[in-house]
C-alpha cells in the first residue's frame, strides 16, 4: 500500500464527556491510542507528533453538581461552565495549526469538542465542514429535548446559540451554511429537522446513501466544498453501522457499512483538502474488543491517504 502524500500530523487527545450524559467517551483518545494509531499513521509515510491529552474539565460530580443545568435562550443546557472552559483550551490549540502546514488530528471526546476546533481552524481562513454523523447535531437550547451541547456544535458554528459558545475565539459564525456538508444522517429531532432542512446546508442521509451510492455521495459533496482551499473532516464514529462499530454512546441502527466508510474516506483523502479531523463519541465501555477504536485508526488511515493499490 502507498500513501497519496506524506503530511506533518499533530495528534491531540481531547477526553471530554460533558457535552452528553452518558459515561466513557472521555476514554477515546486512549482507546484509539491503543488501537495502534501512531504506528498506522507512521507505517504510511507520515510525520507524527502526539502531544497527548489537552487538559479539560472532567466531570466531577463535586465540582459540576451546581452546574448541571444551566437556563439559557429559552432552555436548558447540560454542564455549559465546563463545556465553554474546555472548548476555549480546545480553540487555542487549534488556532495554533490554523494557516500552517500541520495537520491536527483531535481524539474525542463527545461532539461538543468541533465548536473549539473549528473555531481555532477557522482563524487560518476560508474553511469546509464536511460532517460525517449519525445526527445533524443543529439543536439551540431552544429545540434540544436534552439540553446535551454535543448535539449543538454545528449550529453553535453557524452563530444559532448561547453567546459563550457562538462568540468562542471571535464574535459570531465561523462557518456559512454553504460551506457545511452532512453525510450519514439518519436521526433529527423534530424542531432541528426542521431548522436543518431550511439552513442551507446541504444534507446527504442514509437514504440518499442507499439511493445514490456513497461514490456519488462523497464527490458531490467534494464538488459543493470544490471553492473552498481547506476542509475540516468532522468524524462522528456512530455514523457507521452499530453492528461495525458498536462502541458509540448514541448508536442509530441502518449507518455506512464498512465500506462506505472507507470509501468515503478515500474519495476525501484524494482531493488533499483536508486540513484537520476530529473523530469523536468512542466509548470504550460499550465496545467489543476494541473494535470501535481498530475502525478508527484504518478510517483515519484511508482519510489521510491510505490506498488499497
Excluded at 238 to 254: C, H, K, M, Y
Aim: proline residues 6%; aromatic residues 2%; hydrophobic residues 40%.
Amino acid at each position: 500500500m502507498q500513501q497519496l502524500h506524506a503530511q506533518s500530523i499533530r495528534i491531540l487527545g481531547i477526553p471530554m464527556d460533558l457535552g452528553q450524559q452518558r459515561r466513557g467517551v472521555d476514554m477515546g483518545p486512549s482507546a484509539v491510542r491503543y488501537a495502534g494509531l501512531y504506528d498506522r499513521l507512521t507505517k504510511e509515510g507520515h510525520t507524527v507528533d502526539d502531544l497527548g491529552n489537552l487538559d479539560v474539565p472532567v466531570r466531577d460530580e463535586c465540582s459540576v453538581r451546581a452546574h448541571r443545568w444551566v437556563e439559557a435562550n429559552g432552555g436548558g443546557l447540560r454542564h455549559l461552565p465546563e463545556v465553554i472552559e474546555a472548548c476555549q483550551a480546545i480553540y487555542e490549540e487549534a488556532k495554533k495549526c490554523a494557516g500552517s502546514d500541520v495537520l491536527p488530528l483531535f481524539l474525542g471526546g463527545d461532539h461538543s469538542i468541533a465548536i473549539g476546533t473549528l473555531a481555532g481552524m477557522a482563524c487560518g481562513g476560508p474553511l469546509g465542514l464536511l460532517w460525517v454523523d449519525a445526527h445533524g447535531d443543529f439543536n439551540t437550547p431552544e429545540t434540544s429535548p436534552s439540553g446535551n451541547i454535543h448535539g449543538m456544535p454545528v449550529a453553535t458554528l453557524l452563530g444559532r446559540g448561547v453567546p459563550e459558545l457562538v462568540d468562542l475565539g471571535h464574535a459570531g459564525p465561523k462557518l456559512r451554511p454553504h460551506d457545511v456538508v452532512m453525510i450519514g444522517i439518519r436521526d433529527l429531532d423534530a424542531e432541528e429537522r426542521t431548522a436543518l432542512a431550511n439552513s442551507g446546508i446541504s444534507v446527504y442521509t442514509m437514504r440518499d446513501v442507499d439511493e445514490l451510492g456513497m461514490a456519488t455521495v462523497a464527490r458531490r459533496a467534494l464538488a459543493r466544498l470544490g471553492h473552498l482551499p481547506r476542509i475540516h473532516l468532522s468524524l462522528d464514529m456512530d455514523s457507521i453501522e452499530p453492528s461495525v462499530a458498536p462502541g458509540v454512546g448514541t448508536p442509530v441502527p441502518g449507518g455506512l457499512t464498512f465500506r462506505e466508510a472507507h470509501l468515503l474516506m478515500e474519495i476525501v483523502g484524494e482531493s488533499h483538502k483536508i486540513a484537520s479531523m476530529d473523530v469523536v463519541e468512542i466509548n470504550p465501555i460499550l465496545d467489543e474488543g476494541n473494535r470501535t477504536a481498530e475502525l478508527a485508526v484504518e478510517l483515519i488511515a484511508s482519510a489521510l491517504g491510505k490506498r488499497i493499490l
